[in-house]
């Protein structure tokens, strides 16, 4: 069905960006500013609510909403039109992209008031959502790579809003080359795919004439490959989800390129709210399970996808328990969360590493964004160290942030609980796995135990205990956000609350009540032999799942009991200093990778290739030029006579030349 409504979800914050760096830099008046900024992104949250759930919505139907725009690129076989596209995977991506993201426009008002550069914050945030939004509703890999690469320059911008600060420029250039690596790996898969299957569109589009074969339903007819290493080079399915997966691991900061995100915590704190916690950083599952159908077709690399997710998701979870910038402990909370997504989507489980995406990004969202209000209450200082007992002083962004905190420990009936569990669970069935299924399960039991206990000390550090703000001669004074802060906060704790009901499996009531399960199941591909979630089938799993639930509770709470024995009394207490020095990861890469790529780049391809060869190549002919001008310069002496000479020379030349090559001189 052809909507031109589509257009108007991501031309709408693109305008309030034109309209505040053009208008708003002149008028330098935050009312206005605001308003164009929070009302750009309202118009395409509205619009974007009502293309999901109106009668013929893309949430209703099993046929996607399009919107072709123009016909961008065609050259021989290759198709690429900008084009938009809504299903059912793209309209709930729309859903909590718009929706948080106006909640956290609204907040940022208020947290960045008196700001020099208010109007460049704002147009830079309206330009990620155009760029984000993009992404998600392109109906092709080029047009998708047209957002990815948008929302990559926009996080440098905002990232590096701070330009004052040497530590923002930093992380700004560290995220954006660290994302380029990624991208080598997207721009391969593309291409890989486009020589597989002669197209890069995700969905038909008969009326823009369209072949009804696309780069993902090519593979519906293929068989699976084998599972063997040698895949990943054999130039199929393999190697297109290998390539795709690199790019995937550079934008959702996994191993090992997970190191730009904890960086990125230099810019405004909703930055780290709208980028990395609620859509940027969720780019790379969005992308993965687009092309899951892909992907089901390579197991070698959903195997590797699966052991990545996991490796990230209990390697990051120990480094944030050892963490005193109340941000950084949140970003590589961040990143365990992004991995086990990753681990559900390598299991085969895409529902559910969607639906955890989904209430990531509410109680995500919150925690930052309640970090920011407590960062704002305590005149910018983020060292937990420095904090204690604010609870009394800050009552709601307190409250609010408790919600975030039992969400992301996996406590019932909070949000986080439901979709991590999910994730357990289809880890622990996970066919074809065999035995190594329950190791994955392990290791992510192991990593709720830990994200348990980590979120615990961060509330402790915070919001209980002595005042160690007291210490110091200009001690701050502790205040509650204004209600342009408070209000999302409370927003989203709600939605951290009960946000998780819409996946309710089965096990737990006996019913079949999972929303998100049957929203997504029928663009979503399936894993061969994988668990049926017919409910006729899946009576013999009912007690298993549910006593693994119990589980995920029973480690929910030993981590927070834990967290809060260990730290309650002691809130200083010093972890192993390899934990808070991140392994030496950053150190590790200085020395075997920067370093040595500085020194080759210097070394040899300025002071040698460039300076050497390139230079001296052209210096050389510089010089032979000038020397062939001054021999010339004696030809032109200024005699008449000289001249005359020398034409009598050239004539007798061409004379005897022809004398000799027996050329007749006359007729």
């Not at 995977?89 to 929706?99: E, H, R, V």
């Not at 960045?112 to 890999?141: C, D, I, K, Q, S």
């Not at 040595?596 to 210096?619: C, M, N, Q, T, Y």
């Amino acid at each position: 069905m052809e909507t031109n409504l589509l257009s108007v979800i991501i031309f709408a914050p693109l305008a309030g960006a034109a309209i505040n760096w053009f208008l708003g830099r002149r008028v330098r008046n935050e009312r206005f500013i605001a308003t164009v900024a929070c009302g750009s992104v309202a118009i395409s949250t509205l619009v974007a609510f009502y293309l999901a759930f109106n009668s013929h919505g893309a949430l209703r139907t099993e046929e996607p909403l399009l919107d072709h725009i123009w016909t961008w690129i065609q050259v021989g076989t290759l198709r690429a039109d900008f084009g938009l596209a809504m299903d059912r995977l793209s309209g709930t991506y729309a859903l909590f992209i718009t929706f948080v993201g106006f909640l956290i426009h609204v907040f940022a008002v208020g947290y960045m008031h008196g700001e020099a550069g208010f109007y460049r914050f704002f147009a830079y945030l309206n330009l990620f959502m155009f760029a984000m939004l993009t992404l998600v509703l392109a109906n092709n890999f080029v047009l998708m790579f047209v957002g990815w690469e948008g929302v990559g320059l926009c996080s440098y911008l905002l990232i590096g809003y701070y330009f004052d600060r040497k530590e923002a420029g930093d992380a700004a250039k560290k995220a954006f080359i660290t994302n380029r690596i990624g991208d080598w790996g997207f721009v391969l898969g593309i291409m890989l795919t486009f020589f597989v299957t002669g197209s890069v569109s995700f969905f038909a589009n008969p009326a823009a004439g369209e072949a009804a074969q696309t780069a993902l339903s090519y593979f519906k007819n293929q068989p699976a490959e084998s599972f063997t290493f040698a895949a990943i080079f054999a130039g199929g399915a393999t190697s297109i989800a290998m390539l795709l997966f690199i790019g995937a691991a550079g934008k959702s900061a996994q191993i090992p390129l997970y190191v730009w995100l904890p960086d990125a915590m230099a810019g405004p704190t909703p930055v780290s709210a709208l980028i990395h916690a609620a859509t940027m950083v969720t780019a790379g599952v969005y992308m993965i399970v687009r092309c899951s159908e892909i992907f089901v077709h390579a197991p070698t690399a959903m195997f590797i996808v699966a052991i990545i997710g996991a490796a990230t998701a209990l390697f990051a979870a120990t480094i944030g328990l050892a963490q005193n910038d109340i941000k950084k402990v949140l970003a590589y909370s961040t990143i365990s969360q992004l991995g086990y997504m990753f681990l559900a989507c390598g299991v085969g489980a895409f529902v559910a590493a969607i639906f955890h995406v989904i209430t990531h990004a509410f109680f995500k969202a919150l925690l930052f964004l309640g970090s920011g209000s407590v960062i704002h209450g305590m005149h910018h200082e983020q060292d937990m160290r420095r904090m204690g007992g604010l609870r009394k002083y800050m009552p709601i962004t307190f409250a609010t942030m408790l919600a975030g905190w039992l969400a992301i420990s996996g406590v019932p009936i909070f949000a986080g609980f439901f979709s991590k569990d999910e994730i357990l669970w289809k880890t622990w069935s996970a066919a074809g796995l065999g035995s190594f299924s329950k190791v994955l399960w392990a290791i992510g039991a192991l990593t709720a135990f830990l994200t348990a206990v980590y979120m615990t000390r961060m509330m402790v550090m915070t919001f209980w205990g002595d005042e160690r703000f007291r210490a110091g001669d200009h001690p701050p004074h502790p205040h509650e956000s204004p209600r342009s802060m408070t209000i999302p906060l409370v927003v989203l704790a709600v939605l951290s609350t009960v946000g998780g009901f819409i996946g309710v499996p089965y096990a737990f009531v006996n019913r079949d009540v999972n929303v998100i399960e049957h929203t997504l199941e029928p663009v979503v591909a399936k894993m061969p032999g994988s668990v049926n979630t017919d409910h006729t089938d899946e009576h013999a799993h009912v007690n298993e799942e549910r006593l693994l639930a119990g589980v995920s509770i029973v480690i929910a709470g030993l981590g927070i009991g834990a967290g809060w024995v260990l730290f309650r009394r002691r809130p200083l207490l010093e972890l192993p200093r390899v934990l808070e020095n991140k392994f030496y990861v950053d150190e590790i890469y200085d020395k075997t990778l920067i370093r040595p790529i500085e020194a080759v780049s210097r070394e040899g391809l300025w002071k040698i290739f460039d300076v050497g060869v390139i230079d001296g190549l052209l210096h050389a002919l510089g010089d032979a030029v000038t020397e062939a001008g001054r021999v010339a310069r004696y030809l032109q002496a200024g005699f008449v006579r000289g001249y005359a000479a020398i034409i009598l020379l050239g004539a007798l030349i061409l004379i005897g030349l022809f004398a000799y090559l027996g050329f007749p001189l006359a007729r």
